[in-house]
């Protein structure tokens, strides 16, 4: 059996037996059934796909050509768009339903979303402060289908989001993790809706470069009035002003702006978005003769918001470090600074005029206090620690009532 995709190959004859957690149960137990049934022995065997973009399908060998041929049936058959196939293939594994559809791919993540659904609605409806008229405009099935698309971090990370209790300073100051709640930013407090909020000058540019990138895709997949609409209510959440639909002339498109605008920001960024968007955008696709999923669409847009906050939170980290970098050396420099004071006080009360002093330890303090304190932090760092070892031998040596045999046992360790 010849196959382009390595891992479909160990699903299908590899040592592990197959789980509904797999994506392609369903499949794969149906293949492992099959293979098990045959009389003939089969051998898997892993085969480079889409040849045909290099070489000419005619050139290739009879093996590349037969998985050129089984790429081009799957378009042809997904472009046919036909209903499932109701009859029952021998060897299948047991059948599940939700709803009248068939649970196919990760069976227990499916059985446990179902039974969990009607909390989660709730739990959600909650954090985004949407009254329970308010949920039936949302299109829950676009949140759910935002959450799949994501990957496992990004859903944990909007989960946290969605929330409300991710790293931000308020939060971090309520743990007593921080000692302030304010943004690194930009010193206004920070909780988690200022997130989208700030307005640094650093965060503004990752802004408008996402924004910008999110119109440059909506410019491909839909009108322009719906490209007004959408800009107008993140430019509203993001400045906190009031929703500007002035350049929008479509009533529906406006209508639909209105209502996610009502359901305010947290509900806008973690995806409870109104139904009304699917279906100006489904209209939009029948227009322009496709048959693309409006949903699917909505999804899309709403990931690339998340993914532009997102990115406004990796600038803000970049910038709490640099800036706990900053006050961290600052401190160090302090306590450096401090440190060759006392040092030099040391040597002056030790030998006043510096007469006592060899040839390497007047050496090394040839340069006066405040030359060494203006030097980079890690040249005085060396300094400092070398300087506080010659300091305490010379003070050793010159107390008189010490012995010069404490003095050369205590020279010798320290200098080797
Ligand atoms: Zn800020």
Not at 279 to 305: C, F, P
Request: glycine share 4%; net charge positive; proline share 1%.
């Amino acid at each position: 059996m010849y196959c382009d995709n390595k891992g479909a190959l160990s699903a299908a004859f590899g040592w592990k037996h197959p789980n509904p957690r797999w994506a392609s149960y369903d499949l794969v137990s149906l293949i492992r059934y099959h293979l098990s049934q045959s009389p003939i022995k089969w051998k898997a065997q892993h085969i480079r796909g889409h040849q045909d973009r290099h070489t000419k399908y005619e050139n290739l060998d009879i093996i590349a050509q037969g998985n050129v041929d089984a790429d081009r049936y799957a378009a042809i058959e997904m472009e046919a768009n036909r209903s499932v196939d109701q009859r029952v293939i021998i060897g299948e594994p047991w059948e599940l339903r939700q709803n009248g559809k068939r649970i196919v791919g990760d069976i227990e993540k499916r059985i446990r979303n179902t039974i969990h659904e009607r909390e989660m609605k709730e739990y959600w409806r909650k954090k985004f402060s949407i009254t329970a008229e308010q949920q039936d405009q949302v299109h829950w099935e676009v949140f759910k289908k935002v959450n799949r698309m994501n990957e496992d971090w990004v859903q944990t990370w909007m989960a946290k989001y969605n929330s409300r209790i991710g790293g931000v300073r308020k939060n971090m100051h309520r743990r007593k993790h921080a000692t302030d709640d304010k943004c690194p930013c930009c010193e206004e407090r920070e909780d988690t809706d200022h997130l989208l909020q700030c307005k640094n000058k650093d965060i503004q540019e990752v802004y408008d470069e996402k924004l910008r990138e999110i119109k440059e895709w909506m410019e491909k997949h839909t009108s322009e009035e719906m490209i007004k609409g959408v800009e107008a209510v993140i430019e509203a959440f993001r400045n906190g002003t009031d929703l500007n639909l002035e350049g929008c002339h479509d009533n529906m498109v406006k209508a639909a702006a209105r209502q996610q605008f009502e359901l305010g920001q947290r509900a806008f960024v973690g995806g409870w978005w109104s139904r009304r968007w699917s279906t100006l955008q489904n209209i939009y696709y029948r227009e322009q003769g496709k048959k693309n999923k409006a949903s699917i669409w909505v999804a899309r847009l709403i990931s690339q918001i998340q993914d532009m906050i997102r990115n406004m939170w990796f600038e803000r980290n970049s910038q709490l470090h640099n800036k706990e970098q900053s006050q961290h050396n600052e401190r160090m420099n302090q306590n450096l600074n401090t440190r060759i004071t006392k040092i030099y006080e040391r040597l002056n009360k030790a030998t006043p005029t510096k007469r006592v002093l060899n040839d390497d330890e007047r050496y090394y303090f040839s340069r006066n206090e405040n030359e060494i304190k203006r030097r980079r932090i890690r040249s005085k760092h060396r300094w400092v620690k070398e300087a506080e070892d010659i300091i305490e031998i010379l003070e050793i040596k010159l107390k008189r009532n010490n012995s010069i045999t404490n003095y050369l046992t205590y020279a010798a360790k320290e200098y080797g």
